[in-house]
């Protein structure tokens, strides 16, 4: 498998989250270096299960590491839901968009939460 597609200069992407969902916002430098990570992941074996976390795989180095301001990549939040995810902070990415390659079981599995439209309690716990 091909190493993760690298940072595109210039690529500026900004997520709101509504109650109604998520929506990017970006120039075309940000469509193009997702373009690339969709194929990455599409190129994929399903069982590797590789992911794109956006937020990390478009943050350009200045923003990440030096704290330029503003960020390259921004997530902006409906006032009653600002407080429903956690915070970013050194420790935390806080908000994160992210795909992931399944395997088709992987994906049955999940078919069969759809009725209920609800995750599990022990979802993302590691279990």
Request: aromatic share 8%.
């Amino acid at each position: 498998m091909a190493s993760p597609p690298k940072r595109r200069t210039g690529a500026r992407l900004c997520l709101t989250v509504t109650k109604k969902g998520v929506t990017g916002y970006g120039n075309r430098q940000a469509f193009a270096a997702l373009a690339e990570w969709m194929m990455w992941l599409a190129n994929s074996k399903e069982s590797e299960h590789f992911e794109c976390h956006v937020g990390m795989a478009l943050e350009d180095d200045d923003s990440k590491f030096h704290g330029k301001k503003p960020g390259n990549v921004s997530v902006l939040f409906d006032k009653s839901l600002v407080n429903s995810f956690e915070k970013k902070s050194k420790s935390n990415t806080g908000f994160e968009l992210t795909f992931i390659v399944l395997e088709p079981a992987d994906l049955d599995s999940m078919d069969k939460l759809q009725e209920a439209g609800v995750l599990p309690d022990k979802w993302g716990k590691g279990t």
